[in-house]
């Protein structure tokens, strides 16, 4: 039996609705809807939890005006009413968020809704990672990747003074072993020069043995621009912009798992929390864009791309922390040269600002194949990941050109002494003793031109009749130019949509 107090009456109507009409289309049990002095039409007169003459607000605090709106007016409660926004954005990694974020500055008029999938946002690749702001060297000059890690690296520091989180331009050496590798550090020196890295230079032994008294090397790029960053906490921090908005709503626990095309020209979005098949939720928005990090390639293709092209295939990276007494080991990061094959770029040394592991010097990660997309742990096997990576002929081509390499991160990743071998090409102090294990990081690459790791971030245009964009690809260092990115991606969309003319800007 339902109980009264959430049955909806209303005295009087306001000018929006004809008492009689509505009359005649309601059941006698639910005889009219409530309003406030202000004519604003709710479903109930109070929330559960709410005593009739106060209204909590808590609700709003936390989850922003658009959700207590939504609630209180019955979208959430009865299929009466559809939540309406002008862009979906399917994915709360710091991309996604970025990518709200930017539209939600750019045109004030707009209302913006974040689905992750998730029960909180950044919890994949934005919260597993080595949390280094990079300079802009390692990508070849004129790619997107260029462009925007180096304005991202600005816009990163920038961000991070506004909002007072914790940052440290500490730098950088990518060290060379020995004559052979030092041609390496000079194709590095001037690639990022290239791309407009600020301040580099090459420094040899001794001047390293200043700089690192730890560090063997013959030669170094020094980056004194690189620096390190919480992530995670940025991804935070973009979140309460975006609910502080009073135009954006970010839904966790909702993965989206049917897009359709309405026959009034919206796209709507079906899901549900993870591995639960109810309630189905419902969003409708006008335009979407999908930024699936893991599942990038099997979102685009529900939501009207092609799921043929761009396939995901994932990578688990194992780190290592130094000890307490030993973290000061370091100050700066320190990297090898680049190993080849287009995925790692050598177990490194980073000192962190994270916020939930603490301030630590972490050494990682490797690079080993998953058998499953968020494969955190060796044993982690998911048959349909499997298959679709086996199924993927670039992968293939890929294993089998650098197949001792796919063989060594194997190794090293089960092995933590060979691990640390590869550490103490780099610092031979180091001792197996000295470190003990931290968290695991999973990253997605997409392989294509025979095996080629794709050396661009990639953007499907104009998918579902024009409706929807696509983040296909945005490997590292998207999380460093996650803010450019942002700027990229609506101003593509903008092209598709025609957010300019539709808002006035």
Same mark, same amino acid.
């Given at each position: 039996?339902?109980? *009264?107090?959430?049955?909806?009456?209303?005295?009087?109507?306001?000018?929006?609705?004809?008492?009689? *009409?509505?009359?005649?289309?309601?059941?006698?049990?639910?005889?009219?809807?409530?309003?406030?002095?202000?004519?604003?039409?709710?479903?109930?007169?109070?929330?559960?939890?709410?005593?009739?003459?106060?209204?909590?607000?808590?609700?709003?605090?936390?989850?922003?005006?658009? $959700?207590?709106?939504?609630?209180?007016?019955?979208?959430?409660?009865?299929?009466?009413?559809?939540?309406? %926004?002008?862009?979906?954005?399917?994915?709360?990694?710091?991309?996604?968020?970025?990518?709200?974020?930017?539209?939600?500055?750019?045109?004030?008029?707009?209302?913006?809704?974040?689905?992750?999938?998730?029960?909180?946002?950044?919890?994949?690749?934005?919260?597993?990672?080595?949390?280094?702001?990079?300079?802009?060297?390692?990508?070849?000059?004129?790619?997107?990747?260029?462009?925007? =890690?180096?304005?991202?690296?600005?816009?990163?520091?920038?961000?991070?003074?506004?909002?007072?989180?914790?940052?440290?331009?500490?730098?950088?050496?990518?060290?060379?072993?020995?004559?052979?590798?030092?041609?390496?550090?000079?194709?590095?020196?001037?690639?990022?020069?290239?791309?407009?890295?600020?301040?580099?230079?090459?420094?040899?032994?001794?001047?390293?043995?200043?700089?690192?008294?730890?560090?063997?090397?013959?030669?170094?790029?020094?980056?004194?621009?690189?620096?390190?960053?919480?992530?995670?906490?940025?991804?935070?921090?973009?979140?309460?912009?975006?609910?502080?908005?009073?135009?954006?709503?970010?839904?966790?626990?909702?993965?989206?798992?049917?897009?359709?095309?309405?026959?009034?020209?919206?796209?709507?979005?079906?899901?549900?929390?993870?591995?639960?098949?109810?309630?189905?939720?419902?969003?409708?928005?006008?335009?979407?864009?999908?930024?699936?990090?893991?599942?990038?390639?099997?979102?685009?293709?529900?939501?009207?791309?092609?799921?043929?092209?761009?396939?995901?295939?994932?990578?688990?990276?194992?780190?290592?922390?130094?000890?307490?007494?030993?973290?000061?080991?370091?100050?700066?990061?320190?990297?090898?040269?680049?190993?080849?094959?287009?995925?790692?770029?050598?177990?490194?040394?980073?000192?962190?600002?994270?916020? $939930?592991?603490?301030?630590?010097?972490?050494?990682?990660?490797?690079?080993?194949?998953?058998?499953?997309?968020?494969?955190?742990?060796? =044993?982690?096997?998911?048959?349909?990941?499997?298959?679709?990576?086996?199924?993927?002929?670039?992968?293939?081509?890929?294993?089998?050109?650098? %197949?001792?390499?796919?063989?060594?991160?194997?190794? =090293?990743?089960?092995?933590?002494?060979?691990?640390?071998?590869?550490?103490?090409?780099?610092?031979?102090?180091?001792?197996?003793?000295?470190?003990?294990?931290?968290?695991?990081?999973?990253?997605?690459?997409?392989?294509?031109?025979?095996?080629?790791?794709?050396?661009? %971030?990639?953007?499907?245009?104009?998918?579902?009749?024009?409706?929807?964009?696509?983040? $296909?690809?945005?490997?590292?260092?998207?999380?460093?130019?996650?803010?450019?990115?942002?700027?990229?991606?609506?101003?593509?969309?903008?092209?598709?949509?025609?957010?300019?003319?539709?808002?006035?800007?």
């Amino acid at each position: 039996m339902i109980r *009264s107090t959430f049955l909806p009456r209303l005295d009087k109507i306001g000018s929006r609705l004809c008492m009689t *009409s509505v009359q005649k289309s309601l059941s006698p049990c639910t005889r009219s809807f409530h309003t406030t002095q202000s004519q604003t039409l709710y479903y109930f007169d109070h929330l559960p939890g709410e005593k009739s003459e106060k209204v909590n607000k808590g609700l709003e605090h936390l989850l922003g005006p658009i $959700r207590e709106k939504n609630y209180r007016m019955g979208n959430l409660a009865t299929n009466s009413g559809r939540e309406i %926004f002008d862009v979906c954005v399917v994915g709360g990694g710091i991309i996604g968020l970025a990518t709200a974020r930017e539209l939600l500055n750019r045109y004030p008029g707009m209302k913006v809704c974040v689905l992750e999938k998730e029960p909180e946002v950044g919890q994949h690749q934005t919260g597993h990672n080595s949390g280094v702001i990079h300079a802009g060297i390692y990508y070849e000059p004129g790619t997107l990747m260029a462009r925007t =890690c180096v304005r991202g690296a600005d816009m990163m520091y920038k961000y991070a003074e506004e909002h007072g989180l914790p940052v440290e331009r500490c730098g950088k050496l990518i060290v060379a072993s020995n004559k052979k590798e030092h041609d390496l550090v000079v194709k590095l020196y001037e690639q990022g020069v290239a791309n407009g890295v600020k301040d580099l230079e090459i420094v040899y032994k001794d001047q390293i043995r200043e700089m690192e008294p730890n560090v063997a090397a013959y030669s170094a790029l020094h980056s004194p621009n690189t620096g390190i960053i919480n992530f995670w906490l940025v991804a935070q921090s973009i979140l309460r912009e975006i609910i502080d908005s009073k135009r954006g709503d970010v839904k966790c626990s909702f993965e989206a798992k049917k897009f359709e095309k309405t026959s009034d020209g919206l796209v709507k979005i079906t899901g549900s929390e993870t591995i639960m098949n109810g309630p189905v939720l419902e969003v409708y928005a006008k335009n979407v864009i999908t930024c699936g990090g893991f599942y990038s390639d099997r979102l685009a293709g529900k939501a009207g791309g092609n799921p043929k092209e761009h396939r995901v295939v994932t990578f688990r990276g194992q780190y290592y922390q130094v000890k307490a007494d030993k973290k000061a080991l370091v100050r700066r990061n320190i990297y090898p040269v680049p190993s080849g094959g287009g995925i790692p770029v050598g177990v490194h040394f980073t000192p962190t600002v994270d916020v $939930r592991r603490g301030h630590q010097l972490i050494v990682g990660p490797g690079a080993c194949f998953t058998t499953s997309r968020e494969g955190y742990r060796f =044993c982690d096997f998911n048959l349909y990941d499997v298959w679709d990576t086996f199924s993927n002929i670039q992968f293939w081509y890929f294993a089998f050109k650098n %197949f001792g390499l796919s063989i060594n991160e194997l190794y =090293c990743d089960l092995n933590k002494r060979a691990f640390i071998r590869r550490a103490r090409k780099i610092i031979p102090e180091l001792t197996n003793d000295m470190v003990e294990l931290s968290f695991a990081g999973v990253m997605s690459q997409v392989f294509e031109n025979g095996g080629m790791a794709a050396q661009d %971030f990639i953007i499907e245009r104009k998918a579902m009749d024009g409706l929807v964009l696509n983040v $296909r690809n945005a490997p590292t260092p998207a999380a460093t130019a996650s803010l450019a990115i942002g700027e990229l991606v609506v101003d593509a969309a903008n092209e598709d949509f025609g957010f300019k003319d539709k808002y006035n800007i």
